[in-house]
């Protein structure tokens, strides 16, 4: 999947993506990279929203395992669960978050629960950077069902 | 502080909340609630966007304390450090996030640690609801800084 598929993608299925101005940076195997302007994501301290830093670091979690999933010839309906953000310093500007899988025995495991047509369930780390920092950590459990369950 | 008042500081000085199109339905000492309809924060499936559910609430949890701090009278800046979402079923429509206070002592001493000038820490709930039943569980814990350390 090129990045400007996925962007349209987003763009146009999560109509928030739009509204924060998201940019697909970058997909490999590996890692997935989004991006959003300061402005239509900024607080009262002319910094970035807390809830916005969150929704891309949830974005780029979910669009890891999407195209992972779409590479794989995998159909599945996939679900966040439960996730947990560390803030740790503000952003005052341009921020990016790049999500990556833990260990690679966890995505087997995920993929085989799948191949057996029951949920799945993965993790996914997000840092959020501004300025070459780190400001925010983000961990995502989602949940994925094959779609011939459904 | 009226609704309407809040309504428009939101707004105004976070776009996202308006791109989400988020009411303010009523603010009580012990309880913010926010609402927000589904077209703009909708998903691929139709559903709320997580993203939308965790910052509605969060929008919520700061509203609380933002709103109970003025009535004090103190002049403060707040700042999430780390939020927790659980997210228990998809909402196929219009959604709604109640914040609340844990115990009173956390107030009071919340409050304490204010006027002595140092960060003060305070965890907030928020319940975030779908045609009368409970999709998304938010735990929020903030830190004030008096605006005299500024």
Request: glycine letters at 6%; aromatic letters at 6%; zero cysteines.
């Amino acid at each position: 999947m090129l990045p400007s598929e996925l962007e349209h993608y987003l763009h146009t299925q999560i109509p928030l993506s739009q509204a924060m101005a998201v940019r697909v940076v970058s997909i490999a195997d590996g890692a997935v990279v989004l991006s959003a302007p300061l402005a239509p994501n900024t607080n009262h301290h002319a910094t970035v929203f807390g809830g916005s830093a969150a929704a891309l670091a949830m974005l780029a979690a979910w669009s890891l395992l999407h195209t992972r999933l779409r590479a794989a010839g995998v159909s599945s309906r996939l679900v966040i669960q439960r996730s947990s953000v560390e803030y740790l310093r503000p952003m005052a500007g341009e921020f990016s978050a790049r999500a990556t899988l833990g260990a690679m025995p966890d995505w087997a495991r995920f993929n085989a629960a799948l191949a057996r047509r029951r949920p799945a369930r993965i993790a996914v780390q997000t840092v959020v950077e501004h300025a070459g920092e780190v400001a925010v950590r983000f961990t995502g459990e989602f949940v994925a069902v094959s779609d011939h369950n459904l």
